[in-house]
């Protein structure tokens, strides 16, 4: 069962690691953060792949693509 912890215990429990494991800690966090932009990435990827293939995607120039954000 996972618990959820308040940002400032952790904040508090990471002070009380040494300078090494507060490195150790970071390579981790951005390890994972890694891992988890590229699976939000992949997933994006497919989905586009999916629509593409549903024929839900046309055609547009990037002047297009512009028009249509600006509206």
Aim: with cysteine; glycine share 4%; charged share 30%.
């Amino acid at each position: 069962m996972s618990q959820t912890l308040p940002f400032g215990e952790v904040l508090e429990a990471a002070n009380q690691l040494s300078p090494e494991e507060q490195r150790e800690l970071i390579d981790i966090l951005q390890r994972r953060l890694v891992q988890t932009d590229r699976q939000r990435l992949v997933a994006e990827v497919q989905e586009a792949r999916h629509e593409f293939a549903a024929g839900n995607c046309r055609p547009a120039t990037p002047g297009d693509i512009m028009r249509e954000i600006q509206e």
